[in-house]
């Protein structure tokens, strides 16, 4: 068989494995432990090559980041920070069109600053925005969708597992990875902003329910305010876990494992302060972080495999050939790449599609001369917006899941979203051309 049949026989049994229910861990171990012992008709020798993957794919000190971040995450969310985030951005955002809107971006992009996890935002914003922007006569399709959209902020706004995944898939510096997800994300929450204030003023049926606002009358011009005494109050554990981590990191105090190790212990401390965390549910945030930690790491022990398998196999030296011979030049190569991904989104989540693509395309964008670090930071960008994108929209479920209410069908949060993947869809474009917006501050 040729490489490139090779290729194809390896990708379309790992997709067709997953789409049947198996497990990405347990379907690429299968693909990657069959593939290298059909390669090299050894069977002893892909045991050993799955021993070996399995030791050192999670034996670096790195690799601690994931659980510490996680555990951060776990511990801001019981602490109740998410609404008190919301309470503030909505105070200052009032006088703003499409207000609420804007302060469930804002909120989430804060939030997102200290979780790193879309499906957290996404859960957290969909308890505390969606009700009171429909209480404020927003539509709840709209209010939805807005924080299905701005929820993906989790994964690009450092610290991001994601770009943990990228970054230890890729052999690049996650540090590096994290400084340069700072400007694409603001710009990003920067360009959801634009749109609800444009929908706001141009399309307010979009956005504003108005029966809701007819029967609500003067009462929907009455927001809650906050002194400037509850203001502070509000806002001061954020920020001080926002400047403790980021700060620390963007300073070179900390290494992104010495910050996820200070975030979590200064999340801990805010959790304890605010009376929120009993024994029982400090054991349930453990349990929670060890399983998601555990998941996490035998997912990039598998994706380490099937990377050796594929470059035993000399797929990716193939695939790089055949892209070469086509002439596609490095941005038809990007364009063909994110048109792949953005594929996938639609059938499987955004972990599983790194996990496939990354081994393959990583040394393909070498060979075409793109730095991995911008290159990871297009690749995240473009695997959110499979978050948003059907049949799967794993954080379209996740706010419909939560929201629990028969008015409010998928359907129609998933067409409240599509604003958001057009202003992500533009922010890709725009950064797969200018580099030096990821690269600026790395």
Known sequence: MSDLGLTALVIGTLVLLVLMGMHIAIALLTVAFVGMWAVRGNF????????????????????????????????????????DTFDVAETLLRRVAGGLGVATVAANAVFAAVTGVSIASAAVFTKVAVPEMANHGYRKAF??????????????????????????????????????GLIPGVI?????????????????????????????????????????????????????????????????????????????????VIALMRRSLTVQRLWEVLRETGGVSISILILLIAALFYSRMLAMAGVPMAISDLVLDAGLGPYGFLALYVLI?????????????????????????????????????????????????????????????????????????????????????????????????????V
């Open 44 to 83: 002893d020798l892909a045991l050993q090559m799955m021993y070996m993957s399995a030791y050192s794919g999670i034996s670096s000190y790195i690799f601690a980041t994931i659980p510490l971040f996680v555990l951060m995450g776990l511990l801001v969310s019981v602490s109740n920070i998410g609404k």
């Open 143 to 180: 209010a939805a969708g807005t924080v299905a959209g701005s929820s993906v902020l989790g994964m690009l706004v450092p610290p991001s597992l994601l770009l943990i995944v990228y970054g230890v898939l890729a052999e690049e510096s996650i540090g590096k990875l994290f400084i340069a």
């Open 188 to 268: 990003l929450a920067a360009g959801f902003v634009a749109g609800i204030v444009l929908l706001a003023l141009f399309a307010p049926r979009f956005v504003f329910d108005f029966e809701r606002l007819k029967e609500l009358g003067e009462a929907r011009r009455i927001q809650p305010v906050l002194t400037r005494k509850q203001l502070a109050g509000k806002s001061l554990p954020i920020v001080a876990l926002v400047l403790l981590v980021l700060g620390g990191l963007y300073a070179g105090f900390f290494t992104p494992t010495e910050a996820g190790g200070m975030g979590a212990f200064g999340a801990f």
């Open 341 to 441: 991904v953005l594929l996938m989104g639609m059938i499987l989540d955004s972990t599983s599609i790194l996990l496939v693509m990354t081994p393959i395309a990583a040394p393909i964008a070498v060979d075409f001369g793109f730095d991995l670090i911008h290159f990871g930071i297009v690749t995240v960008i473009a695997v959110e917006i499979g978050l948003l994108t059907p049949p799967f929209g794993i954080s379209i479920f996740t706010v419909k899941s939560t929201l629990n209410d028969e008015r409010v069908s998928v359907e129609s949060i998933f067409g409240g979203v599509l604003p958001y993947v057009a202003v992500m869809l533009a922010v890709l474009a725009l950064i797969a051309v200018f580099p030096w917006l990821t690269l600026a501050l």
